[in-house]
């Protein structure tokens, strides 16, 4: 199946968590055409608003507020605590990138996946990624 794509409109991404991951996908989705960052989230909102200005966003104090202005969501999955935060994402039909995925259960997965069908939206799961080596193909 093909997705239909309208070039002439600007996908709004909104990033979950701000460690040295979220810092990396911040700076390569700012360099990609036809893509905007519109604001990110942190459990800590001290955090949130660092990470915010660092790449002039805007930091919002619940995740539920960021996916109200983003059409995908780029998640830093750490264990089974997001996984509440994921699905309500594809529920409310936001696209999610979702970066250590290798933490879900297999059941998850597949509840993930039902969930983003039902929803019209895609689901990336990520399987690990070598910060580093992405990193010395930035620099």
């Not at 991404?13 to 036809?34: E, N, P, R």
């Not at 996984?83 to 250590?100: A, D, G, P, R, S």
Request: aromatic share 14%; hydrophobic share 45%; with cysteine.
């Amino acid at each position: 199946m093909f997705v239909k794509l309208n070039l002439l409109t600007t996908m709004k991404i909104g990033i979950i968590g701000s460690d040295q991951t979220a810092h990396l996908m911040a700076s390569l989705f700012k360099t990609v055409d036809g893509l905007e960052i519109t604001g990110c989230y942190d459990d800590d909102y001290t955090i949130a608003k660092d990470f915010a200005a660092n790449y002039q966003i805007i930091p919002y104090p619940t995740y539920e507020a960021l996916f109200r202005y983003a059409d995908a969501v780029i998640i830093n999955f750490k264990a089974n605590e997001g996984l509440l935060m994921v699905e309500n994402c594809l529920k409310h039909f936001k696209h999610v990138f979702l970066i250590n995925a290798q933490y879900l259960r297999y059941e998850s997965y597949l509840k993930l996946e039902k969930i983003a069908e039902e929803s019209n939206v895609k689901f990336y799961p990520v399987f690990g990624i070598n910060v580093g080596l992405l990193l010395s193909n930035v620099a």
